[in-house]
């Protein structure tokens, strides 16, 4: 079973990764370096950090994070019909 959970978020991480990337060249942003600096970077950093990083706000990116978790939810949702 954990496999399977692995296999499927390791799936949902990659199409995320897709979908930042035509969204990063669509509207010129650095969503997909964000998205990676959350959730993918073995080196964890604090919102402080990562907003400095990226010249953002910590409000922004807490927004950023909201919209990152809600696609990643609606995605995982449409996965289990």
Do not use: C, H, P
């Amino acid at each position: 079973m954990i496999v399977a959970w692995e296999k499927k978020s390791r799936e949902l991480i990659v199409a995320l990764q897709n979908y930042y990337t035509i969204k990063d060249i669509d509207e010129n942003k650095n969503f997909l370096k964000i998205f990676n600096a959350l959730y993918v970077s073995e080196k964890r950093l604090t919102y402080d950090e990562i907003a400095r990083q990226f010249f953002i706000g910590v409000n922004t990116l807490k927004r950023y994070i909201e919209k990152f978790n809600l696609l990643a939810i609606l995605l995982s949702e449409q996965d289990n019909k």
